[in-house]
């Protein structure tokens, strides 16, 4: 049996007009985040975490931004499918946990629903998927309410 993990980060700008969706959750707020696809930065950071963990390179390479397929995407779809290709090399999910780096709006209740929708996708018990929020304490793009950030990690075992 041998463990690997991955990690993964992810930024978007936050954009008036766009809609606020982490982890396929969509949360009230003035702002939302800009990108190509839903710019759901949680997913993306777990893709990549996924992906990093099974060496098979990153979101990028498998799910570009220049590709009109994935306009607007559903990232929660993204997801669907970084897990199926990790599972067809073999690999069996263990746990995931992420950090959201965001100023405002406060994760609170959405965090459970987050949780809940992450843990059907990947197959996992929810204790198995931990979601954690963190802000920019006023520095930098988070803090300045420019952007959210995210950082993800995943551990698999063959
Ligand atoms: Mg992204």
């Known amino acids: 049996m041998s463990t690997r993990s991955g990690i993964g980060y992810d930024s978007h700008r936050l954009a008036a007009g766009r809609r606020l969706?982490?982890?396929?959750?969509e949360l009230e707020s003035e702002l939302g985040l800009d990108g190509h696809?839903?710019?759901?930065?949680?997913?993306?950071?777990?893709i990549d975490a996924l992906l990093g963990a099974a060496g098979l390179g990153?979101?990028?390479e498998h799910f570009p931004d220049s590709d009109e397929r994935y306009r607007d995407a559903d990232s929660l779809g993204l997801l669907e499918r970084a897990i199926e290709l990790v599972r067809e090399r073999g690999f069996t999910l263990v746990n995931v946990d992420a950090t959201i780096v965001m100023e405002r709006?406060?994760?609170?209740p959405a965090r459970a629903l987050i949780r809940e929708r992450l843990a059907g996708v990947l197959g996992l018990a929810l204790a198995d998927?931990?979601?954690?929020?963190?802000t920019g304490e006023g520095i930098g793009f988070v803090g300045r309410g420019e952007g959210v950030a995210v950082l993800a990690i995943a551990t698999l075992e063959r």
């Open 58 to 60: 990153d979101i990028g």
């Open 105 to 108: 709006p406060k994760l609170g």
């Open 21 to 25: 969706v982490l982890g396929g959750v």
């Open 37 to 46: 696809s839903d710019a759901d930065a949680l997913s993306h950071a777990l």
């Open 129 to 134: 998927v931990n979601v954690k929020a963190s």
